[in-house]
């Protein structure tokens, strides 16, 4: 295959992904080390981000607390949190399995938002990381918010802060649907523009990056590198430098 060297992935692993959706708080074992299998094939830079799936999303239902509604109340973030460090232990123990040098970098320690939600995370440790030769690993967490205690920051929202931060070449959004479907449940190919999809995504509040495939592709097609949003199986490919799934580039 081609060389991967030169090239920054960011890939993301949805929650659904790498966790039984419907058990609380439980791994999906075999599909995690399927995941870590195809990502140890890459010989370049990468950065890995991970979604709730499992484990923060019924703590931070149960709390109220969501990307624009926040807590105030310390046990209910540490509650969130806490649920999502032991899944990321989970994630980097795994890619470590497979020989990635994988590291953990928890958000909620290193990120804010402003009274407008406008997200700023520091990335010096990350590429610092990227520089050393490690796989920084960050998850969906929760994040000091001003004026609403600690909010939900997804995973999603990571990605795109992350691509332009760490000069990535593609992004990948790995998730359990093959891609962007259009009204015949058949994968798009490519989206150019948002346009050319808004039929079939409906409407979607630009802001809010965790309101499903319509938010998710709002906010790829801002991106300015590649992005490919794809299922499990196809992460070898997308690895491998193919383009599974749907990719969403502007023209
Ligand atoms: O699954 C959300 O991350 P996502 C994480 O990427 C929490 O939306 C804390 C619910």
Known sequence: GRSSENETLVVKLGGSVVTEKTERETVDVDALADAARALAAFDGSLVVVHGGGSFGHH???EHGVSTDEGTGNAGDALAIHGAMVELNRVVVDALQDEDVPALPVHPLSAASRDSDGDLSLPTAQITGMLDEGFVPVLHGDGVVHAGEGVTVLSGDELVVELAPAVGATR?????TVP????????VVDRIGSFDEVADVLGASDATDVTGGMAGKVRALLELGVPA?????????AFVAGESPGTTIETR
Do not use: K, N, T, W
């Open 59 to 61: 703590h931070a239902a």
């Open 171 to 175: 992004v990948g959004v790995c998730s």
């Open 228 to 236: 490919q949003i794809f299922a499990p199986d196809a992460l070898d």
């Open 179 to 186: 891609g962007v479907l259009d009204g015949e449940d058949a």
